[in-house]
T-cell receptor, first 111, second 114 residues
Framework: NAGVTQTPKFQVLKTGQSMTLQCAQD?????MYWYRQDPGMGLRLIYY???????DKGEVPNGYNVSRLNKREFSLRLESAAPSQTSVYFC??????????FGQGTRLTVV | GESVGLHLPTLSVQEGDNSIINCAYS??????FIWYKQESGKGPQFIID?????DKRQGQRVTVLLNKTVKHLSLQIAATQPGDSAVYFC?????????????FGQGTILTVHP
């Protein structure tokens, strides 16, 4: 089992560029999440999808959009990247009210 | 838990000591709590969880205590080992209309000295 797979692992963007971070899980989980983690800090929830067909804002949604493409995939889009969005982005998934499984992260730098 | 954008607190212990890591949460409707361990350069890994109908749960070398009255969670690690050095986070699951929302606390850096 691959678990939660994030692509790309690393990315450098120029200010104003757009990009989509991809996340896929193969565990048949219904809920999926996007978090960001700044250096030396905790994880902050950007958006989540409690089930296929629904998405909700988390703590820090500004500047991001998400798409729950199907049960397996949940993408995060930056329409116009800003240096403040330099961070490590983690995708997670889980089934119901159980522990969430995390991907290995995408390290994004916006210059 | 709610991240408040502060740098992480630290805890230093000697190998073999017991460690206690604390976490406060703010949502009185939270009904499920998880502790995670994060090693450098990796995603968080599940350690142990507890539901709000319990006040204590034990795993292998770890115990989680939940005090709903003061909205406090703690993780106790017995006989701490150098391999336990990592950042530890608590997470809580909101109930009600925010079903499915999983938010993380601030985190604590644990350093174990041989």
């Amino acid at each position: 089992n691959a678990g939660v797979t994030q692509t790309p692992k690393f990315q450098v963007l120029k200010t104003g560029q757009s990009m989509t971070l991809q996340c896929a899980q193969d565990m048949n989980h219904n809920s999926m999440y996007w978090y960001r983690q700044d250096p030396g800090m905790g994880l902050r929830l950007i958006y989540y999808s409690a089930s296929e067909g629904t998405t909700d804002k988390g703590e820090v949604p500004n500047g991001y959009n998400v798409s729950r493409l199907n049960k397996r995939e949940f993408s995060l889009r930056l329409e116009s990247a800003a240096p403040s969005q330099t961070s490590v982005y983690f995708c997670a998934s889980r089934y119901g009210r159980t522990e969430a499984f995390f991907g290995q992260g995408t390290r994004l730098t916006v210059v | 838990g709610e991240s408040v954008g502060l740098h992480l607190p630290t805890l230093s212990v000697q190998e073999g000591d017991n460690s206690i890591i604390n976490c406060a949460y703010s949502n009185s409707a939270s009904d499920y709590f998880i502790w995670y361990k994060q090693e450098s350069g990796k995603g968080p890994q599940f350690i142990i969880d507890i539901r709000s109908n319990m006040d204590k749960r034990q795993g292998q070398r770890v115990t989680v205590l939940l005090n709903k009255t003061v909205k406090h969670l703690s993780l106790q690690i017995a006989a701490t080992q150098p391999g336990d050095s990592a950042v530890y986070f608590c997470a809580d699951n909101a109930g009600g209309t925010s079903y499915g929302k999983l938010t993380f606390g601030q985190g604590t850096i644990l350093t174990v000295h041989p």
